[in-house]
């Protein structure tokens, strides 16, 4: 298959996989996804998804969120690990936000990125899911992904987000981020294929003899 072939199909059977894709992580607004996907850091969704219904139960806005001790959001928060560094994020973007953006999320990935605890990838995760502006946030399952279907060559995250955006149209990227992670997570794992194993894999490279390496975000 040629490039431009293998992004066709790409696109095409990711679409009839997962033709509504799902947010992963649970929130209810624009704020309590930034918790959320700022938690999700060296954490799985699903240990998120298990601690903010407490967390937001105490907060679920940055005015109630900034009258809660960091110490209180550290304890309700450790499972999902690294909670020194993310309970003072929570605690310090929520004043930020009342005191630079009257109490709401930015609009705006500068002002998103200059939050505490927010990088490239949750600002992109935040502008798509809840602004619906067209982003691309690459994950581990993403660029492992785009690597093995000889998208990028993978030597950063930032080239493989450039790279993808370059490749597919805009219109499609905030869904198709969602399904290659569930793509990634269901079918083409990081043990589970080497990128002779999988559906995609094997039709955009039928003839692949030995295990792809892919090179670490």
Request: aromatic share 6%; charged share 25%.
């Amino acid at each position: 298959m040629l490039k431009a072939e293998r992004v066709d199909y790409i696109l095409k059977r990711l679409q009839e996989l997962y033709p509504d894709p799902p947010i992963p992580l649970d929130h209810t607004d624009a704020y309590t996804l930034l918790v959320a996907v700022l938690l999700s850091a060296q954490c799985t969704d699903e240990r998120v998804n298990q601690v903010t219904p407490a967390l937001f139960e105490m907060a679920d806005n940055p005015a109630d969120m900034a009258e809660i001790d960091v110490e209180t959001i550290r304890s309700v928060i450790r499972p999902c690990g690294l909670s020194p560094q993310k309970s003072k994020a929570i605690s310090v973007l929520s004043r930020m936000l009342l005191d630079e953006h009257d109490g709401e999320v930015p609009r705006d990935m500068e002002a998103l990125e200059r939050l505490p605890g927010v990088g490239h990838k949750t600002a992109s995760v935040v502008m798509a899911q809840s602004f619906g502006v067209p982003s691309f946030p690459v994950d581990t399952h993403i660029h492992r992904l785009a690597q093995r279907w000889g998208l990028t060559s993978g030597k950063s995250v930032v080239q493989t987000e450039r790279d993808l955006k370059r490749l597919f149209p805009e219109e499609s990227w905030n869904d198709l981020h969602l399904q290659i992670i569930y793509y990634g997570r269901e079918h083409c794992t990081a043990r589970g294929c080497d990128g002779r194993v999988c559906e995609i894999c094997r039709t955009c490279y039928p003839n692949r003899k030995h295990p792809k390496k892919t090179r670490k975000a």
